[in-house]
């Protein structure tokens, strides 16, 4: 079930569409984090991805 749960990036809206947003038509994201490894090789380059984008911190 984890799989299938969705939150939308604009409203915080929870549901099981892959799509849309069915209140606001926005983007749908997974809002779980990804598998924790510490064999992961790209992890830094997530890292930088979030920093660049904002969303860290």
């Given amino acids: 079930m984890k799989g299938m749960l969705r939150r ?15 209140v606001c038509g926005g983007q749908v994201r997974i809002p ?3 598998k924790f490894s510490p064999q992961d090789r790209f992890s830094r380059f997530r890292i930088a991805l979030k920093e660049k984008e904002g969303s860290c911190g």
């Fill in 8 to 22: 939308c990036a604009s409203c915080g809206t929870y549901t099981l569409r892959e799509n849309d947003c069915p």
């Fill in 32 to 34: 779980h984090p990804a």
